[in-house]
C-alpha cells in the first residue's frame, strides 16, 4: 500500500479482555516498529522486527504484551488481560533497511485503544 | 543511545525562520543527530538527520555544531501548517531502535 496501515483505528474494551492490533507495513520495507503514545508525551518504543525476527522486545511492559510478524510482513500486538493503564495510542512504524538503516521510520495513523 | 534536551515550547512568527535548539552534549562518534515532528494526532514524520555536515532538504535545515554537542533546526520560512511537536533524536547509525523524548512544542503564529 501506500503507507503504513493499522486496524482498527479504535477498539474500546472492557478490562481483562485480549485485544490484537494490526500493522501492514509499506510494501517492501524490512523493519517494522511498534510505539505507544500517552496522550502529550512522545512515542514510547515497545518492540521491533527485522523481517520476521523479533530484533529488541525491551520495551515491552510486561508478559502481558506480545509481538509476531510471522512472514515478515503483517505485524499483531497483542496485549492480554488488558489493564485500564494500557490505554493509549499503539503506533507502527516501518523502514525500508535494516541493520545500519538511516532511521527514516515512516508511522501509521495508530489505534487507540481504550481499556474500560 | 545518547539523551538529548530540547526546550519544551516556543512560539514562531509565520514566515519567519525558525529555529529549533537541541543540546546532546553526551552524544558519541557514531551517533547520529535526527529530527521528526507530530503535527496534531498524526504520527511522527521524519524530517532530516546528520552525523558532522550540517545538511539541508526540502523541508529544513540542520546545523551541527563542530563538538557535536548541540545543533539547530530550522525551518526556513515558518508556515501555521509547521505547528507542531518536534523531536531531537540521537542515535547509533547501526542500532534501529529511535528514543523519542518530549520533544519542543512549536506554535507559529500568524
Known amino acids: 500500500g501506500a503507507g503504513v496501515s493499522q486496524s482498527p483505528r479504535y477498539k474500546v474494551t472492557k478490562r481483562g479482555q485480549d485485544v490484537a492490533l494490526r500493522c501492514d507495513p509499506i510494501?517492501?520495507?524490512?523493519?517494522l516498529y511498534w510505539y505507544r503514545q500517552a496522550l502529550g508525551q512522545g512515542p514510547e518504543f515497545l518492540t521491533y522486527?527485522?523481517?520476521?525476527?523479533?530484533?529488541?522486545k525491551s520495551g515491552l511492559p510486561n508478559d502481558r504484551f506480545s509481538a509476531e510478524r510471522p512472514e515478515g510482513s503483517i505485524s499483531t500486538l497483542t496485549i492480554q488481560r488488558t489493564e485500564q493503564r494500557d490505554s493509549a495510542m499503539y503506533r507502527c512504524?516501518?523502514?525500508?533497511?535494516?541493520?545500519?538503516?538511516?532511521?527514516?521510520?515512516?508511522f501509521g495513523s495508530g489505534t487507540q485503544l481504550s481499556v474500560l | 543511545d545518547a539523551k538529548t534536551t530540547q526546550p519544551t515550547s516556543m512560539d514562531c512568527a509565520e514566515g519567519r525562520a525558525a529555529n529549533l535548539p537541541c543540546n546532546h552534549s553526551?552524544?558519541?562518534?557514531?551517533?547520529?543527530v535526527y529530527w521528526y515532528r507530530q503535527i496534531h494526532s498524526q504520527g511522527p514524520q521524519y524530517i532530516i538527520h546528520?552525523?558532522?555536515n550540517n545538511e539541508t532538504n526540502e523541508m529544513a535545515s540542520l546545523i551541527i555544531t563542530e563538538d557535536r554537542k548541540s545543533s539547530t533546526l530550522i525551518l526556513p520560512h515558518a508556515t501555521l501548517r509547521d505547528t507542531a511537536v518536534y523531536y531531537c533524536?540521537?542515535?547509533?547509525?547501526?542500532?534501529?531502535?529511535?528514543?523519542f523524548g518530549g520533544g519542543t512544542r512549536v506554535l507559529v503564529k500568524p
Open positions: 512504524a516501518s523502514s525500508l533497511e535494516a541493520g545500519t538503516g538511516l532511521g527514516k521510520l515512516f
Open positions: 510494501s517492501g520495507h524490512v523493519s
Open positions: 522486527f527485522n523481517y520476521e525476527a523479533q530484533q529488541d
Open positions: 553526551t552524544i558519541s562518534g557514531n551517533e547520529y
Open positions: 546528520g552525523l558532522k
Open positions: 533524536i540521537v542515535r547509533e547509525a547501526a542500532g534501529n531502535k529511535l528514543t
